[in-house]
């Protein structure tokens, strides 16, 4: 998406015309709906404008950007090298506190380009412009200083403006990177907020219950529920329960939460008491057994909120799940599901590859996955000699962790930029398009189930070497060619 003159867009005519125009500017992937109100408001904004200076139509901004994945918009931006100016088009009356949070969040994401950030809000009914200050004020702005800013010397930057954000730089990990998390220097997205408000206004009805988010990897679970916690905390005390091995990890955050406290599910006994707390979520619930999880719910009797985050594991052959702890939450009574769907800390891209080898249908696909590649080895030298290659090139391998003879230990993801893995003989494809194992055993983890969460531990680039299975092999590179289209 390219930057527009606001002057162009703001000159009568009627709407299909005028969003026909926005796109062809702007070279947006889809045509702009554009409201009524906020084009009044350009109107009356570009009319202020040039009562004060001579070459408004000169001024490119970037209109209603949306940062990809986040749904985070600003209606006015201008960009140069060392300066962005951000102005919000507002048509009614407005809190000047409702202003100050709104120019602050944006300030945050505007944050990462490094820039000096200028920011204002327009209310056109009122006729006022107003500035958030270097001190977080809310001060009445002068025209001929946004003027004059605005015609500070220094190219516009003529790019896309989705190569200068990045959806991965605004999800935190509270585990990986605690402190970042304890300064609050995250916000959450639309959708994560939106099953927040879901959760939080049914617990002030009932203050009782159980509730479920799930996601792929890089979704912002485990974020939404350290929120969540957070806020449920705030008068009583609350348990996080962590599955799988994060370890010392944890440590900054149980010296700092004072009103949370923590539990690996291996503490989670017969005569461990929860009856102190006023919630208990569970983080990582797909690595919850199912005999944790009854011990669990004999706990909970009614008396506090269960919230459970987990990974989505529907690519995964339903035989391969074994005793699926997800679907056993499902069925729990009256139950609040919810679906997390927008990628972020994850690669979309790699995400889209790991589901379709997981559970691949052989129905052709306009999917292109440039940083995803599989080579095949003959024999153990060959796969030793490949892996030697990939970990020259900065890419981490981690091999699956067997606890006894082909039982598989589960790990909470831990991303990695680059990540190479070897499949040999013992996978294959079913009737169905599953990837399966030969080894796979009633009563032990399955090895495709760790395949996967490991796979999503990449963040940018995935390498597979296919070690003596020309049918596994033939199935990732017919994956891996390019369809017609470009991937999305």
């Known amino acids: 998406m390219r930057s527009i003159s606001i002057y162009t867009i703001t000159r009568n005519q009627n709407l299909s015309s005028l969003s026909k125009l926005e796109r062809q500017l702007s070279d947006r992937e889809h045509f702009l709906k554009i409201r009524e109100w906020e084009l009044e408001s350009m109107k009356s904004l570009v009319h202020r404008l040039v009562a004060h200076m001579d070459n408004v139509y000169s001024l490119r901004f970037f209109y209603s950007y949306q940062i990809p994945r986040l749904g985070k918009e600003f209606d006015l931006l201008q960009i140069k090298e060392d300066q962005i100016i951000n102005i919000e088009l507002k048509s009614g009356v407005v809190s000047d506190e409702a202003i100050r949070k709104q120019l602050m969040q944006n300030r945050y994401y505007l944050s990462v380009l490094g820039c000096t950030i200028q920011s204002y809000t327009y209310i056109s009914s009122q006729d006022r412009l107003v500035r958030l200050t270097n001190h977080d004020h809310i001060v009445d702005a002068d025209w001929k200083d946004l003027c004059r800013a605005l015609q500070k010397e220094g190219d516009d930057y003529r790019g896309d403006i989705d190569d200068l954000f990045q959806a991965e730089l605004y999800l935190i990990s509270p585990v990986s990177e605690p402190a970042r998390f304890l300064k609050k220097e995250y916000f959450l997205t639309s959708q994560q907020r939106d099953i927040q408000r879901q959760i939080l206004k049914k617990l002030r009805i009932g203050r009782y219950g159980y509730f479920c988010f799930t996601g792929l990897p890089g979704t912002g679970k485990t974020l939404l529920l350290y929120d969540i916690a957070m806020k449920l905390s705030r008068r009583q005390k609350v348990l996080i329960i962590h599955c799988g091995n994060a370890g010392s990890e944890w440590k900054i955050l149980h010296e700092r939460l004072r009103r949370i406290d923590f539990l690996a599910d291996d503490q989670l006994t017969e005569e461990a008491s929860l009856e ?213």
């Not at 696909?365 to 900065?394: C, I, R, W």
């Not at 981690?398 to 013992?426: F, G, I, N, S």
């Not at 990449?458 to 060619?481: C, G, M, P």
């Open 276 to 488: 102190a707390y006023s919630a208990v979520l569970v983080d990582e619930t797909h690595l919850l057994s199912a005999e944790k999880l009854q011990i669990l719910l004999k706990q909970y009797n009614g008396h506090f909120p269960l919230i459970f985050s987990s990974d989505s594991e529907d690519a995964i052959c339903p035989d391969e799940l074994g005793t699926d702890t997800i679907k056993l939450i499902g069925n729990l009574p009256e139950i609040h599901m919810f679906h997390l769907t927008n990628r972020i800390r994850t690669n979309a891209e790699l995400s889209s590859f790991i589901q379709n080898m997981m559970h691949y249908t052989g129905r052709k696909t306009a999917n292109f996955y440039p940083h995803v590649s599989a080579v095949y080895a003959n024999d153990e030298g060959e796969a030793e000699m490949l892996l030697k290659d990939y970990t020259s090139q900065g890419y981490q391998y981690r091999p699956l962790v067997c606890t006894r003879y082909h039982e598989m230990e589960m790990t909470a993801v831990r991303d990695t930029k680059c990540l190479v893995t070897v499949l040999d003989d013992r996978y294959y494809y079913d009737k169905n398009g599953y990837l399966r194992s030969r080894y796979f055993c009633e009563g032990k983890e399955s090895e495709v189930r760790s395949l996967f969460h490991q796979l999503n531990q990449a963040k940018e680039e995935l390498s597979i070497i296919v070690k003596q299975n020309e049918d596994v092999y033939e199935t990732l590179l017919t994956l891996l060619q390019p369809g017609n289209l470009k991937w999305q």
